[in-house]
């Protein structure tokens, strides 16, 4: 009797701490089902970047590569526009980016703020926009929209309003004057209403990353568990036979008794919701392993440090040739595949094309190079499945308006980690590799919580109408759980 006494006063006293929270939960989960936490996506990125003119490259990307220690990593490198010029911008391993112009060889110092108004405003021209009246560039390390660790690289940032009826703010990089963010007025409202509530999102909060790791995981398994207290005490108190007073099932009344029902029919969703949500933060780094694919990778591209790269430099010839023909390229980046340097050429976010040396094998593509190249790298045996798919997987899809390319190389692999690799068919570069646990991982978290099976996601708006009615359901149990609580700790009146 003790330990039942001890589930009842746990789930009571824990639903009373939880409930506002559960339900706010549910309804921000609807609101971020249609308004995503503010990112540039690829496609605003590139709209606002001009066509490169090949008469402006002057200078190889040579000369900023013979500056760098040659066994530095190169993350990525790519020829864009900053600043209204031509510029090459390499990420090293150490996070450190390296801008040198290429028109005239000039390296590009710390940005100011006047820089970041010229390339605000350039980028809002190429949007049909312009920056408001008496625009300025503040300077800022961080506020409530760029509190991602992707933008740590670009600090301190610079915002500038635009004038336009959206109230569009952009945040331009102070390490190579890029814009990397922009809000409206829309998602900042909207997302108080969601992801900032759903993920416990203030900035003063979440710029202490192990804080708010751990404030997710404890709330989560306090909620987990009066769940759980709330399930036992729901089964334990239902009568299907030998009703109560005759013909209820349970044997509350009111609020209480639609407490009681609603726990029932909403259990085994709330365990899932609760346990995928807890699941999402790794805790106590049960999905962690070693990391996947990092010497296929290496295998794949033949290495990445600068000396590689300094090996393979194309003649700007060649390079000029390619931007005089065919459709107008906005950006170049460059990529290895198996020890050999090519190019990419970007149109938009939707077209873009390899650039293959003059002596690469006539007979074979970025794919097919990529498949051997991996094939060696492991041992005999070893891919016992490698297909070009023209549609998404269930591990590798697109879904909230995230487009990814298509086709892919998809390579399985046997051994303890089960890899799987995703080829970009058109590049050969590798765009995702996951390892069983991943893909555990990716059941128990996007599945459970956010219900992105083929089935359904595939048939929109029928994922809509499910989800939203699960979650209805939840915040309907949530609200029985606030009256509930309510009643409990309202002031008694003296008789």
């Not at 509190?147 to 336009?164: C, I």
């Not at 149109?347 to 498949?371: G, M, N, S």
């Amino acid at each position: 009797m003790k330990i039942k006494r001890w589930i009842y006063l746990t789930h009571r006293w824990l639903g009373i701490g939880m409930c506002l929270l559960m339900a706010m939960w549910f309804f921000t989960g609807v609101v971020m089902m249609y308004v995503g936490f503010p990112a540039l996506s690829v496609s605003e990125r590139l709209q606002g970047l001009p066509v490169l003119e090949p008469a402006q490259l002057r200078v190889p990307v040579s000369r900023l590569l013979e500056r760098l220690p040659p066994e530095g990593e190169v993350v990525s490198l790519r020829l864009t526009t900053v600043l209204e010029r031509p510029a090459y911008v390499l990420l090293d391993g150490s996070g450190n980016r390296h801008v040198l112009f290429a028109d005239n060889g000039e390296w590009l110092g710390e940005v100011g703020a006047r820089q970041a108004l010229r390339a605000a405003a350039q980028f809002a021209a190429s949007h049909g926009l312009a920056l408001a009246p008496g625009a300025r560039a503040e300077s800022l390390a961080m506020d409530q929209w760029t509190v991602s660790s992707s933008l740590h690289g670009h600090r301190p940032l610079y915002r500038v309003p635009l004038a336009d009826a959206a109230g569009t703010e952009l945040y331009v990089s102070s390490r190579t004057a890029e814009v990397v963010r922009d809000t409206t007025s829309r998602e900042r409202v909207w997302n108080w209403l969601g992801a900032n509530l759903h993920w416990l999102y203030p900035m003063q909060l979440r710029r202490h990353p192990t804080l708010w790791h751990w404030v997710i995981v404890v709330l989560s398994i306090i909620g987990l568990v009066s769940i759980v207290t709330g399930g036992i005490v729901g089964v334990q108190r239902l009568r299907i036979r030998r009703r109560y007073r005759g013909r209820d099932i349970t044997p509350y009344r009111g609020m209480m008794k639609w407490h009681h029902i609603l726990g029932l029919v909403t259990l085994v969703f709330l365990l899932t919701f609760m346990l995928s949500g807890l699941l999402s933060m790794n805790p106590f780094g049960v999905f962690s392993a070693r990391q996947p694919g990092v010497d296929v990778k290496r295998a794949l591209t033949g290495g990445t440090t600068v000396a590689d790269h300094r090996r393979d430099v194309p003649a700007m010839a060649h390079l000029h040739g390619a931007l005089s023909r065919g459709e107008p390229v906005r950006e170049v980046r460059w990529l290895r595949l198996g020890g050999r340097g090519y190019q990419v050429l970007i149109a938009d976010a939707h077209r873009y094309r390899a650039l293959l040396p003059p002596d690469w094998p006539a007979d074979a593509t970025p794919a097919d190079l990529a498949r051997r190249a991996i094939t060696a790298s492991l041992p005999p045996g070893a891919v016992v499945d490698a297909r070009e798919l023209q549609h998404y997987d269930n591990y590798y899809y697109s879904h909230h308006q995230r487009w990814r390319p298509l086709p892919v190389l998809r390579m399985r692999t046997s051994g303890p980690l089960g890899s799987w690799f995703y080829i970009d068919a058109s590049t050969g570069e590798l765009l995702q590799w996951t390892t069983t646990k991943n893909r555990v991982q990716r059941w128990l978290y996007h599945g459970l919580h956010s219900l992105d099976f083929a089935f359904l996601i595939n048939r929109r708006p029928l994922w809509d109408a499910v989800v939203i009615a699960l979650s209805a359901l939840g915040m309907a149990l949530s609200g029985s759980s606030v009256i509930v609580a309510w009643r409990r700790l309202r002031p008694r009146r003296a008789p």
